[in-house]
């Protein structure tokens, strides 16, 4: 069974820095483009950034120039550096592939950033 688990989530002051970590199980991981989500309280979930097979990337505007996402296809893995930290980052984020398939939604990783 496909499952995706985020880690790499924490408290961090403003201005700091979290590297966010996905791994995937199943073969499909290396011929899906993937993204990363966040969900903030009383918020919908948006897409902040994805990654595809080749290593296209696009980020939502108000990340561009503070967060990278980046994959290892070996690994199985795809990662968010998120740099420069504001509290308006603060939410729940979760991997999945792009487009979103429900049936993936895994966790998430508290990510907290205090001003």
């Known amino acids: 069974q496909v499952q995706l688990v985020e880690s790499g989530g924490g408290l961090v002051q403003a201005g700091g820095s979290l590297r966010l970590s996905c791994a995937a199980s199943g073969s499909f991981f290396s011929i899906n483009a993937m993204g990363w989500y966040r969900q903030a309280p009383g918020k919908q979930r948006e897409l902040v950034a994805r990654i595809t097979r080749g290593g296209n990337t696009n980020y939502r505007d108000s990340v561009k120039g503070r967060f990278t996402i980046s994959r290892d296809n070996a690994k199985n893995t795809v990662y968010l550096q998120m740099n420069n930290l504001k509290p308006e980052d603060t939410a729940v984020y979760y991997c999945?592939?792009?487009?979103?398939?429900?049936?993936?939604w895994g966790q998430g990783t508290q990510v907290t950033v205090s001003s």
């Open positions: 999945n592939i792009w487009p979103a398939r429900e049936n993936l």
